[in-house]
C-alpha cells in the first residue's frame, strides 16, 4: 500500500521556529509556524537557522498526507519587517 503524499506550491506566512536540537543542544532543524496554525518543517532549513524566531513570507513545495509531517522546500522568501497583531 502506497503513502498518499500530496506536493503543492504554496505561500505561507509564519515564523522560523527550533525542530530539532543536536547532542550540543545547538538549533540543528527548523520549521515554519504559519499563519494558518500548522507546522511546516523545512526541508532545506540549513540557511534558515541564523533567522530562529523571525517572520517571513516563505513560497515553496508543501508536502503533506496521513502520517506524514508537514514540509516545505522554500523556493523563495521574504523578510517581514513585524509580526502582526489583531490589537
Do not use: C
Not at 515564523?15 to 532543524?29: K, S
Not at 496554525?37 to 537557522?49: A, P, T
Request: glycine share 4%; net charge neutral.
Amino acid at each position: 500500500m502506497k503513502k498518499q503524499i500530496s506536493a503543492t506550491t504554496r505561500t505561507l506566512v509564519g515564523v522560523i521556529t527550533p525542530y530539532a536540537w543536536d547532542e550540543n543542544d545547538r538549533v540543528a532543524e527548523v520549521s515554519l509556524s504559519a499563519t494558518d496554525d500548522e507546522e511546516y518543517v523545512i526541508e532545506n532549513g540549513q540557511r534558515f537557522l541564523e533567522l530562529v524566531q523571525k517572520p517571513i513570507r516563505a513560497t515553496g513545495i508543501v508536502k503533506s498526507g496521513k502520517k506524514f509531517h508537514r514540509t516545505i522546500q522554500i523556493k523563495k522568501f521574504e523578510m517581514l519587517e513585524h509580526t502582526y497583531s489583531a490589537e
